[in-house]
């Protein structure tokens, strides 16, 4: 056995002569036993002699390998200084391999210690304190590994114009604007308690927090909790969270209980941005956009499927046989049609084009979805109190999901964004049904459903 | 207005200024004040000093000027119309503000924006000063990031990045009829013409450095560019495109995404509800992949639904262009280049790193590459390694559902 005393925690520089004589002399590893300053040693420990004089050939050794040494001998495990010496003495140049065992397990002590050096430079505080000698600026910081004296440049670099100190469990840093010194351990108790300018700092914490985008979670994986208890700012955290989705709710209501008075210029802007729209395919083969209209404060939202051979070419909505039926139901239903904003699930134009003639084609779910922006912001703008739907495509794009229209038809319904839903056949399918009777019942139906809707408001 | 405090303006400055999404600190020329006349450093690398709930760091004092503004843009809470509280810092107050919390180390330096008072050069000239004093008064080695404004005389912007460290202009909406429709007194081709023109000044700066090494640095860490997603029709097949675009003809550092969050007092102009912030983590993904993974733009947009044109919010965007082009897998860890390592979902750069160095030593077996990556589960179906192979997985039609994170951990992660 042999036991090697270093200096102290941090003393790369006396492991790297040890192990270098060590490994030139041949000492396996377990035949060595590292300890640090007076205190521990190992009972069994034998030869304390220093170890032989180096004289086999001159070992090299990756920089790779030193890089990572400088990294793990700041590590606060003990064993550090086994594991590098037998990575050594098997063969420095494994350490490009980062499958095997002891090299992995030493890299992740390295990236261990070099987070906590960089979480050192972010994160100490420091407190003004103003004596007979002048302004020094003052830190407490409780470190994990063993990285104080290694971090110390940083902070030279940084603040030699100041005059400081940072004081940790292990030792103490003082710089007074021409040379670094070192001090004893410290406690809490030696740095200053409070700092002016600290308020200030947590009125920032406070106001650059978006209260919209609460993300706990990427907080603390960056700034562990550990950390917190030497960062004023942190004290504000609980509250902030606790009244996040308070603020955002009410910012949200705000909005939506506020009457604009831009309404009918932010609907027209919609609609100018609706005629460019590429969200999906069916632009391309499309004459044009067909958005919705009627009153921006009408109670009821009418919703179609999307805009048919006519409503395409004359862009706008319910123009052609369909929107004839529609028409003459509502009136029959006694809805008073200048108190209804139409519009469509899709809306672009889908078909397929047999000779000259151009046949409708169903909306796919992709088309749909992509749709949805525009219906949202529709209801966004106009609020009504209920929204109907004609047909399996509308029902789908107010109530978010597929369904049939038996399941939902004259029944209220609970939609995703609030208010209130309705759903019934869209009229094209009345036009559609040969038999004449049954074509009769399923219209006497639909303004049935009509009546019952209006009778919601 | 009644006079307010520093305090007071601070938190009126600071909350105008939270939704640009940029705090980034990095990549800038290296500085130090050991000459012990200056304070401060830059090391390259940029620090988070502090993060706030919202899982945003905090490296840089990020303030308005003023949040006074003579413009109407509807998605932004100084707009004219809006009823928020003013204010106003001088130049002075900033560079106090600025030079107080980094003594304590609190910040790595300061983001400046500005509302538009009087003029545009006015304006400009107010901030230039800012980071002037900072600079010649008080010999500030920190961080400066300056946002300038687009049509602010030549000069100025000149000024403006002989002092900071990185410049950015936003182009705000991803679509030109996004911007027409959110931004009206805004213009798309001035803000893209500063923008050229930036990029111009940023490399004569670097290119006369290269001959004279006394000529003055320019803007070292470059410039950014910040898009609001979700407040008009963009998909993020859209913004992709447009991402891609910007990086190539205004050699940006950084595209920033946004999504759009409420506000208070906000204009009927915008949506009520805020996009999912999944999906702005999904774009900066697909940034990443642009960036560090050597994927084409048009490659990433493979990974965007086409009917709807959206990337899937439930998986990353490097796993649902593997699932769609299955043919590219498995992988041999032990033979392929780099170019198709990194086309691996769950192998990042640094796991790409350590296989191609690992193997050189030894011919990897599945336990080797769980040592080198997160999730062995993850990159299994799409590997082959010594003693693996995945036979029939990769042809599986519920892969998806294999390899997906479950629902319930995505809402975590998305909250």
Known sequence: MRAITLSAEDDFDGWRDAARALAQAHVPPPEVVWRVGEGGGDLFAVDASPPPAATGPQLRVPKAFVELAQAVILHSDPQRFALLYTLLTTDSHRVEDRADPLVRRLELMAKAVRRDIHKMRAFV?????????????????EPEHHIVRANARFFVERFASMRWSILTPEVSLHWDGTTLSEGPAATREDAPADDPVEAVWKTYYASIFNPARLKTGAMLKEMPRKYWKNMPETALVKALVAGARARETAMVETARGAVGGNVEGAWEALRDEASACTRCPLYK???QTV???????A?????????????????????????????????????DRARVYVTNAVKHFKFEPRGKRRIHAKPDAGEITACRWWYEQELALVRPKLVVALGATAARQITGKAATIAKLRGRKLALPEGGTGWVTVHPSYLLRLPDADAAAQAY??????????WALL | MAQLDTRAKLAILADAAKYDASCASSGTAKRTSKDGKGLGSTTGMGICHAYAPDGRCISLLKILLTNSCIFDCHYCINRKSSNVRRARFTPAEVVELTLNFYRRNYIEGLFLSSGIIRSSNYTMEQMVEVARSLREDHHFRGYIHLKTIPDADPELIHQAGLHADRLSINVELPTVAGLKRLAPEKSAPQIEGAMLGMRSAIEEGADARKRYRSAPKFAPAGQSTQMIVGADAATDGDIIGRAAGLYDRFGLRRVYYSAFSPIPDASTVLPLQRPPLMREHRLYQSDWLMRFYDYRPDEVAQAVDPATGMLPLDIDPKLAWALRFRDRFPVDLNRAPREALLRVPGLGTKAVASILAARKWRRLRLEDVARLTVSLAKIRPFIVTADWRPVALIDKVDLQAWIAPKKAQLELFAA
């Open chain 1, 291 to 297: 958005f919705g209209e009627g009153p921006l404060d």
């Open chain 1, 444 to 453: 006497l139906d639909f303004v049935a459903d009509l009546r019952g809707a």
């Open chain 1, 299 to 335: 109670p009821m939202m009418l919703v179609g499927e999307q805009p048919g051979d006519q409503e395409d070419l004359a862009g706008r909505a319910f123009v052609g046989p369909a929107g004839q039926m529609l028409d003459r139901a509502l009136d029959e239903a006694g809805i």
């Open chain 1, 285 to 287: 083969p499309a004459t």
């Open chain 1, 125 to 141: 505080r420091f407190r003004e304190l103003v004596d007979d000698t002048g302004t020094r600026f003052v830190a407490w910081f």
